[in-house]
């Protein structure tokens, strides 16, 4: 006759009160929470990895989706459910056109310095565009280069990812598929001569509109 193996004091919980952990930690927070994150919080022997895979299933098809952000998670509305949640009002504020054009080199350079942001934008970039880009949380500080001068490099962020609907920076479209969505005019691009810094004030595009 054998005896019972003893019950751990410290026994996790069901794996699906962990899912309701999980669930209420990602609805709570504002910001897209890491797996790393979430298993701190949870008791001793959790697999938050594990309760996030049963609870992204349990929300499948439905119209609240747990989306992936970056390294992050966060509740977010199915995508064919967006036009629900668009504002009928006309946004003020929009991106100059030497504030797109920066992002978007940001976004598919990453990470990119200042100076190679003007060699493939053909004119200097200045720093109020880089300050509203700064302000807005899209872009941000990346390591600096090991190179003279060790300049900083400027990456997207989770914010960005997030507004776009995007898990990271592989998923961005390319220029075939912009052109083919509408979202890339005829305009000519960044260094030729009909490109001046002055546009910055009246340039616009639907693309990176807010």
Known sequence: ??????????AAPPLAEQERMVEAMLFASPEP???????????????????????RRRYEGRGVQVA?????????TAPDLGFL??????EQRKLSRAAIETLAI?????????????????????????????ELEWI???????TPGRPVTFVVTETFLDHFG?????????????????????????????????????GQSELFEE
């Open 85 to 90: 949640m668009q504002k009928q009002t006309v």
């Open 140 to 146: 941000r500080f990346g390591r600096r280069r090991m």
């Open 33 to 55: 929470v890491s797996l790393r994150e979430m298993q701190e919080r949870m008791p001793h022997g959790c697999d938050a990895a594990e309760a996030l895979a049963y609870l």
């Open 166 to 202: 995007l898990e990271s920076a592989r998923d961005l479209p390319g220029i075939k598929e912009l052109r083919a969505a509408g979202l890339l005019d005829n305009r000519p691009m960044p260094g030729s001569e009909d490109d001046e810094e002055a546009e910055e004030t009246s």
């Open 1 to 10: 006759m054998t005896d019972e193996p003893e019950k751990s004091l410290f």
């Open 68 to 76: 992936k952000v970056g390294e992050a998670w966060a509740f977010r």
């Open 106 to 134: 940001v976004a598919y350079h990453q990470p990119v310095t200042r100076a190679e942001i003007e060699e493939i934008r053909g004119v200097a970039v200045s720093r109020g565009t880089i300050d509203q880009l700064l």
